[in-house]
């Protein structure tokens, strides 16, 4: 085994914010030691290293940072993945349960076994449960050894909520997402807890139309994204295709009648298939879509903003600022969109832009927007 202590000392030092004089300070130590520690000339002896661990609040392992170097851990380790993407759980146990006292903490060891446990506990048997739960919290404080960017603090807390779920156990489960419910990135399983299991439905309603929002947003950026990337390739057609089906997939969540916070972004991507088209020399299907989109801007834009609602599943309009709120009209954004390149870079956008908001004028001017709804689909 190879050991980081000096390393680790200094670092979560720095963490802090701490110098070595206000350390050695905490630890009634000379500052000559606390440098000793650093440097790795001298190395705390058993109750300091004890100490140093509860003072930066890490597990002793964790401050040691011994780094394993057993080959036949990191094959136990392999195995262990194998067995629980095969579901042989009974020799995936037995295996992880004699390799862990072996190795009692290593962290991947542990938190392998711990979602062992509780895949079996998902299956109704609480015994697992209540040993993954054990074995989460034991890799929760080893958490600095972790390395894998793909796993994060934030996931190891939320699978110890779902483990209370399996126990029946929803208070505590919706006590964790919220504790971890950084940006309402839990907003649907806190949700889904109070609402199917605890039956608490007014409760749950506004984490539920949080979520929603989420879900919108992240899936409109996802698409735009995705059409970008076919653009920047050159497949127009197929760009096209992605924007068209973002848009008729937020028709499904419109009301009947009036506007919701999803127009705002069928009137980002109406007009990004404007431009598209414009660009490849499609004049007519350009023009089609910069329509669209200043039609719809200009009939949101006249809507009070009590009026609008969030979508056909929510009554009234939700409180809070979101991504799909610009700060100003449909009409402004629009104009604010153009502006990304000057008039020298994109004269013919300018001049189709220009000519179809002189249209949309002219229609409302007569009264010819009316109650519109753009025919509203991307076709």
Same mark, same amino acid.
């Given at each position: 085994?190879? $050991?980081?202590?000096?390393?680790?000392?200094?670092?979560?030092?720095?963490?802090?914010?701490?110098?070595?004089?206000?350390?050695?300070?905490?630890?009634?130590?000379?500052?000559?030691?606390?440098?000793?520690?650093?440097?790795?000339?001298?190395?705390?002896?058993?109750?300091?290293?004890?100490?140093?661990?509860?003072?930066?609040?890490?597990?002793?392992?964790?401050?040691?940072?011994?780094?394993?170097?057993?080959?036949?851990?990191?094959?136990?380790?392999?195995?262990?993945?194998?067995?629980?993407?095969?579901?042989?759980?009974?020799?995936?146990?037995?295996?992880?349960?004699?390799?862990?006292?072996?190795?009692?903490?290593?962290?991947?060891?542990?938190?392998?076994?711990?979602?062992?446990?509780?895949?079996?506990?998902?299956?109704?048997?609480?015994?697992?449960?209540?040993?993954?739960?054990?074995?989460?919290?034991?890799?929760?404080?080893?958490?600095?050894?972790?390395?894998?960017?793909?796993?994060?603090?934030?996931?190891?807390?939320?699978?110890?909520?779902?483990?209370?779920?399996?126990?029946?156990?929803?208070?505590?489960?919706?006590?964790?997402?919220?504790?971890?419910?950084?940006? $309402?990135?839990?907003?649907?399983?806190?949700?889904?807890?109070?609402?199917?299991?605890?039956?608490?439905?007014?409760?749950?309603?506004?984490?539920?139309?949080?979520?929603?929002?989420?879900?919108?947003?992240?899936?409109?950026?996802?698409?735009?994204?995705?059409?970008? %990337?076919?653009?920047?390739?050159?497949?127009?057609?197929?760009?096209?295709?992605?924007?068209?089906?973002? %848009?008729?997939?937020?028709?499904?969540?419109?009301?009947?009648?009036?506007?919701?916070?999803?127009?705002?972004?069928?009137?980002?991507?109406?007009?990004?298939?404007?431009?598209?088209?414009?660009?490849?020399?499609?004049?007519?299907?350009?023009?089609?879509?910069?329509?669209?989109?200043?039609?719809?801007?200009?009939?949101?834009?006249?809507?009070? %903003?009590?009026?609008?609602?969030?979508?056909?599943?929510?009554?009234?309009?939700?409180?809070?600022?979101?991504?799909?709120?610009?700060?100003?009209?449909?009409?402004?954004?629009?104009?604010?969109?153009?502006?990304?390149?000057?008039?020298?870079?994109?004269?013919?956008?300018?001049?189709?832009?220009?000519?179809?908001?002189?249209?949309?004028?002219?229609?409302?001017?007569?009264?010819?927007?009316?109650?519109?709804?753009?025919?509203?689909?991307?076709?």
């Amino acid at each position: 085994m190879e $050991g980081k202590l000096a390393e680790n000392i200094r670092a979560l030092r720095k963490e802090k914010r701490m110098t070595q004089e206000q350390l050695a300070e905490c630890l009634d130590v000379t500052v000559g030691a606390v440098s000793k520690w650093e440097s790795g000339a001298t190395t705390p002896d058993l109750s300091m290293i004890m100490e140093l661990a509860h003072f930066f609040a890490v597990s002793v392992d964790a401050l040691l940072g011994y780094q394993w170097q057993n080959s036949s851990l990191e094959q136990t380790l392999e195995r262990l993945k194998k067995l629980r993407q095969q579901r042989d759980y009974e020799q995936a146990i037995r295996l992880g349960e004699k390799e862990l006292r072996r190795y009692p903490n290593h962290f991947q060891l542990v938190y392998q076994l711990a979602m062992i446990h509780l895949d079996v506990g998902a299956e109704n048997d609480k015994s697992h449960v209540y040993r993954g739960q054990e074995l989460l919290c034991h890799a929760i404080e080893l958490f600095s050894q972790n390395t894998d960017p793909e796993l994060s603090l934030w996931t190891l807390k939320n699978k110890l909520g779902d483990s209370y779920l399996y126990s029946r156990q929803p208070e505590q489960a919706v006590k964790i997402y919220r504790e971890n419910n950084v940006n $309402g990135v839990n907003n649907a399983r806190i949700a889904q807890a109070l609402s199917d299991i605890m039956k608490r439905h007014e409760e749950a309603m506004p984490y539920a139309q949080k979520a929603f929002r989420q879900l919108t947003e992240e899936l409109s950026e996802t698409m735009v994204a995705l059409a970008s %990337i076919y653009y920047g390739k050159m497949q127009l057609e197929k760009a096209g295709e992605c924007m068209r089906w973002m %848009i008729n997939t937020l028709e499904t969540v419109r009301p009947d009648k009036g506007f919701c916070e999803t127009d705002m972004a069928v009137i980002t991507i109406l007009s990004s298939l404007g431009e598209f088209f414009l660009d490849a020399g499609d004049r007519e299907r350009a023009k089609e879509y910069l329509l669209k989109a200043h039609r719809l801007a200009r009939a949101y834009d006249m809507t009070p %903003i009590e009026q609008v609602v969030t979508c056909r599943f929510f009554e009234g309009r939700l409180e809070g600022r979101h991504l799909l709120d610009y700060g100003a009209g449909g009409t402004e954004y629009l104009k604010t969109r153009l502006h990304r390149d000057t008039r020298e870079e994109q004269p013919e956008l300018y001049a189709m832009f220009e000519e179809v908001s002189r249209q949309v004028d002219e229609e409302v001017k007569a009264g010819a927007l009316g109650e519109y709804t753009l025919g509203r689909s991307g076709e």
